[in-house]
C-alpha cells in the first residue's frame, strides 16, 4: 500500500510528522532532540510514533534546558549529526537565545567556513488557540535581525512537509517556524512533487489592486481577506512569502509593481517587526510605482494580552480589510 | 519543624557559642570552610619532591611508567608554552595585538591535562588554553589571528580536534556534552575535554551541560581551571563550595588536583579520560592554580588583588617545582636547558615574525562565510559595498591620482 501512495491529505502537524519520519529513515545522522518528543510525541504530536520506530538514541527526550537542548545540538552537529530540535513553545526559546545566536549562527563564520551546523530549530509559534502566557508569540524579528540563521514559516500541509525535508537538508542553522494555531489544517502533499527553492515566496492568489504579504498563520487569514474584498469587487493579490530570512524581495516587488499598493500581514509586533523592513526596502526598490505608502497590520507593542482578549491584538479580518481600505484610498 | 531544624543545625556551630547573632554563624561558617579546605591531589611538592602516599595512588598509577624523557618533555612543553606566552604579551604591548589573555601560571595545568590527551579526542576550550593549544599542535601563530583582530578564529577545529576559542564563558561546555554525546553514539571510544573556570561555574550553561552529561552518560571530563579570579572576582564570590564538589549534586565524581603541578594534572586527567572511555561517564576536575598575571593586557590586577597573594603562588610555580624535580633525580643537564633556552628564544622569533608578517583581511571578508548554502541579502549587500569601494576607484583613476604621477 504504501509504495503506490504519492499523495496524501495530511493536517499540517502530521505532515511535519512525515517530513521528519522521511528523514529519520534517509540519513541515519538525523536526530530529534526535545522536551517530551520521545515517548508522548510532543505536546502537540508533531513526533508522535518516531521514538517508537527510531529508537530512544534519535529521537531524544531532553533534559527541561533549552540552552542545553541548542548547546548539546551544536556539538552533536560538529561530531557530523544533523539535529532537529524543538523549543516547545515560543515563548520558551529565549533560555537558549545565547546559544542560537551567540555560537550557532556564527560558527560557519568565525572557523572561515570550515566548520557547518545544519541544525534545525523547531518553534511552534503565535497565538489563537487560547493558551496561557508565552505560549502565543511571534519571535521571528529577534532572530530574523541575526546573520548566519535562516527563518522560514510554512503557511500550509505541503511546504510544512517540503520546506522541512529542504530545512534539514540546509547546511545552514534554519529556524522553523511552525504555525501552530494551522497545526490542525488539512492539505495536500504529494510526496514525489519537486518543491521549488525553500526560500523564494509564492503567489497563493493573483490580483491586481493591492498586494497582502504574509507567512504562516496570516496567509489563510490574507486569503480569506482577499476572498471578502473579492465581493467588495477588489481584487487582492496575497503572496506567502515562506521564508523571512533570506526574504524574496523580488517578489514582492513584482507584485507591488503590478498592484502598486502593499498592505503586509504579520501576528508578530509592528514595531521594528519584519513589516518595517519589508516597508522600507519595497519603499526603496518601487517608489515610483507605489501609489500608497506600505502598510502593516500586525500586534501591538504591548505584552501579547490574556487569551480572552487575543482577538483584539491579533491581526483579524476586519482589521486587515480596514488597512486594505486605507491603502486603496490613496 | 522549627525545633527539629534548629537540633539539626546545633552540632556545626563551634562549642560554647550561643544562638548568635547572625554576624557570629557567618563568622564560625567562614572559619569551619576555610579550615575545611580540602586536599588536593598532589604528585609533585612545590620543591619538587615526589608525594606517595595511599590518597594519591589511584591516580599516581597513571603516571608510574612516566620515563625521565616525558618528564623532560612535559617540562619543554611549560617553558616553551610561557616563552610564547610572553612574546603574545610582548606582541600586545608593541601594538601588533589589540589584546592578549595571558595563561602566565596555569601551564602545569594545561599542559598536564593535554599531554593525558589522544589525538582522537576533542578539546574545547576557552580563550586562554594556549598550553592546551600546543599540546594539540595547533601552530601557535594562528592563535594570534583573532588577537590581532585579523579573524576570529583562525584553524580548523577538525585539523587538530581542537575547537575554536569560546569567549562567552562556559557556552563550549554544552558543545563538549554534545559532542560526548555524539562519540557514545558512534561507538567510538574518544573521550572530549572542556576547559573553563571558575568563573564559568556560575553559568547556566555549565549546570546544563552538567545534567545533560550525566543523563546521558556523555564521555566528557570538565576541566575547571580555579585559577582564583574572574576579572576582579575572587572564587568567593562564584562558590560557597569548593568547585570540584559540585559532581556530586549531578551524580558523578569530581576530585581537586593540584593545578600546578603538572604531573598530577597529567595523572588524574587520564584517570579521568579513562572513565570517559570505559564507559563511566563525565568527571569534573578542579585544577586549582593561579593566575599570575592580568586577565587580560586591558586589566589592572592591582585594584583588586594584593601583591602578597601572587608571591604565595610563585613559590608554588609550576615550571621551577618540575625543574627542582628534573635536577635532584639527575634527568637532566645543562645543556638540557641551554638548548631548551635556545629553542625557546626561536619560538618567540618565529611567532613575532609570523604576526608581524599577517595580513589584514582583504574587505570583501566581511561578507565570507556568513553562511555555507549563502544568502540572498548578503550577496546584495556585499554587491552594493563592491559598487561603493569602486565609485572611489573610478574617481581616483579618471582624475587626481591619475594625473599626479603616483608610483
Given at each position: 500500500m504504501a509504495e503506490t501512495v504519492t499523495s496524501k491529505n495530511l493536517a499540517l502537524a502530521k505532515a511535519i510528522n512525515e517530513s521528519l519520519r522521511r528523514a529519520l529513515e534517509a540519513d541515519p545522522k538525523v536526530l530529534i532532540m526535545g522536551e517530551d518528543v520521545g515517548k508522548l510525541g510532543g505536546v502537540f504530536r508533531v513526533t508522535d510514533g518516531l521514538q517508537k520506530d527510531f529508537g530512544e538514541s534519535r529521537v531524544i527526550d531532553t533534559p527541561l534546558a533549552e540552552s542545553g537542548i541548542v548547546g548539546t545540538a551544536i556539538g552533536l552537529a560538529l561530531r557530523g549529526y544533523r539535529p532537529v530540535v524543538e523549543i516547545q513553545f515560543d515563548g520558551f526559546v529565549f533560555p537558549a537565545y545565547d546559544q542560537i545566536v551567540t555560537q550557532l549562527a556564527k560558527m560557519h563564520a568565525r572557523s572561515l567556513g570550515k566548520v557547518k551546523l545544519p541544525v534545525v530549530v523547531r518553534i511552534p509559534y503565535g497565538g489563537g488557540i487560547g493558551a496561557v502566557e508565552h505560549h502565543s508569540e511571534s519571535p521571528e524579528a529577534l532572530f530574523a535581525h541575526v546573520s548566519g540563521l535562516k527563518i522560514v514559516s510554512p503557511s500550509n500541509a505541503s511546504d510544512a512537509y517540503w520546506m522541512m525535508q529542504q530545512a534539514i537538508q540546509s547546511d545552514d542553522p534554519v529556524i522553523f517556524f511552525e504555525p501552530k494555531r494551522r497545526y490542525w489544517d488539512k492539505g495536500e502533499v504529494n510526496f514525489e512533487a519537486i518543491p521549488?527553492?525553500?526560500?523564494?515566496?509564492?503567489?497563493?492568489?493573483?490580483?491586481?489592486?493591492?498586494?497582502?504579504?504574509?507567512?504562516?498563520?496570516?496567509?489563510?487569514?490574507?486569503?480569506?481577506?482577499?476572498?471578502?474584498?473579492?465581493?467588495?469587487?477588489?481584487?487582492?493579490?496575497?503572496?506567502?512569502?515562506?521564508?523571512v530570512s533570506p526574504m524574496d524581495f523580488d517578489a514582492i516587488q513584482t507584485s507591488v509593481e503590478k498592484t502598486r499598493r502593499l498592505v503586509v500581514v504579520h501576528e508578530a509586533p509592528v514595531f521594528f517587526g519584519s513589516g518595517a523592513e519589508i516597508a522600507a526596502r519595497i519603499t526603496e526598490r518601487c517608489f515610483y510605482h507605489l501609489e500608497a505608502p506600505v502598510l502593516r497590520v500586525g500586534g501591538y507593542h504591548a505584552p501579547y494580552p490574556p487569551a480572552r482578549l487575543e482577538e483584539e491584538y491579533l491581526p483579524g479580518l476586519d482589521r486587515v480589510l480596514d488597512a486594505v481600505d486605507r491603502a486603496l484610498a490613496y | 519543624m522549627t525545633v527539629e531544624s534548629t537540633a539539626a543545625r546545633k552540632p556545626r556551630r563551634s562549642a560554647g557559642s550561643k544562638a548568635g547573632t547572625t554576624g557570629t554563624e557567618r563568622t564560625t561558617r567562614t572559619?569551619?570552610?576555610?579550615?575545611?579546605?580540602?586536599?588536593?591531589?598532589?604528585?609533585?611538592?612545590?620543591?619538587?619532591?615526589?608525594?606517595?602516599?595511599?590518597?594519591?595512588?589511584?591516580?599516581?598509577?597513571?603516571?608510574?611508567g612516566v620515563t625521565p624523557e616525558e618528564l623532560r618533555g612535559l617540562y619543554r612543553d611549560m617553558v616553551l608554552t610561557r616563552r610564547f606566552d610572553a612574546e603574545a604579551t610582548a606582541l600586545q604591548r608593541q601594538g601588533e595585538l589589540g589584546l592578549w589573555a595571558s595563561l602566565l601560571g596555569q601551564e602545569a595545568a594545561q599542559i598536564g591535562s593535554g599531554r593525558a590527551l589522544r589525538d582522537d579526542d576533542y578539546v574545547f576550550p576557552t580563550y586562554r588554553e594556549h598550553g592546551v593549544a600546543w599540546c594539540r599542535g595547533v601552530d601557535p601563530a594562528n592563535l594570534l589571528g583573532m588577537f590581532r583582530g585579523v579573524n576570529n578564529g583562525g584553524w580548523d577545529p577538525n585539523g587538530n580536534n581542537f575547537h575554536l576559542y569560546t569567549i562567552v564563558i562556559g557556552s563550549q561546555t554544552l558543545h563538549a556534552t554534545g559532542y560526548a554525546m555524539g562519540v557514545a553514539k558512534d561507538g567510538a571510544d574518544s573521550a572530549v575535554i572542556a576547559y573553563f573556570g571558575d568563573g564559568a561555574s556560575s553559568q547556566g550553561d555549565v549546570a546544563e551541560s552538567f545534567t545533560f552529561s550525566a543523563v546521558y552518560n556523555a564521555p566528557v571530563v570538565f576541566f575547571c581551571q580555579n585559577n582564583q579570579w574572574a576579572i576582579s572576582e575572587p572564587t568567593e564570590k562564584q562558590t560557597r563550595v569548593p568547585l570540584y564538589q559540585r559532581a556530586q549534586g549531578y551524580g558523578f565524581p569530581g576530585v581537586r588536583v593540584d593545578g600546578n603541578d603538572v604531573l598530577a594534572c597529567l595523572a588524574v586527567t587520564r584517570w579521568a579520560l579513562d572513565r570517559a572511555r570505559d564507559g563511566e561517564g563525565p568527571t569534573l576536575v578542579e585544577a586549582y592554580t593561579y593566575r599570575m598575571g592580568a586577565h587580560t593586557t586591558s586589566d589592572d590586577p592591582t585594584k583588586y588583588r594584593a601583591d602578597e597573594e601572587r608571591e604565595a603562588w610563585e613559590a608554588k610555580d609550576p615550571i621551577l617545582r618540575l625543574r627542582r624535580h628534573l635536577e635532584a633525580s639527575n634527568h637532566t643537564d645543562e645543556g638540557f636547558f641551554a638548548e631548551l633556552e635556545a629553542e625557546s628564544e626561536a619560538l618567540g622569533r618565529r611567532v613575532r615574525e609570523a604576526v608581524r608578517a599577517m595580513p589584514d583581511p582583504d574587505r570583501f571578508a566581511i561578507f565570507e562565510n556568513v553562511y555555507a548554502d549563502g544568502h540572498a541579502l548578503v550577496d546584495e549587500e556585499r554587491a552594493q559595498f563592491a559598487a561603493y569601494q569602486a565609485s572611489f576607484a573610478t574617481e581616483s583613476e579618471s582624475g587626481f591620482v591619475a594625473g599626479s604621477g603616483g608610483n
Open positions: 521549488g527553492p525553500l526560500h523564494k515566496a509564492q503567489v497563493v492568489r493573483e490580483g491586481t489592486d493591492l498586494t497582502l504579504v504574509a507567512y504562516g498563520p496570516m496567509v489563510k487569514l490574507c486569503q480569506e481577506v482577499a476572498a471578502a474584498a473579492a465581493e467588495e469587487g477588489k481584487n487582492l493579490e496575497v503572496l506567502d512569502l515562506r521564508s | 572559619t569551619a570552610r576555610k579550615s575545611a579546605e580540602p586536599e588536593l591531589v598532589q604528585l609533585l611538592t612545590p620543591e619538587g619532591k615526589r608525594v606517595k602516599n595511599a590518597k594519591n595512588a589511584e591516580y599516581a598509577k597513571y603516571v608510574a
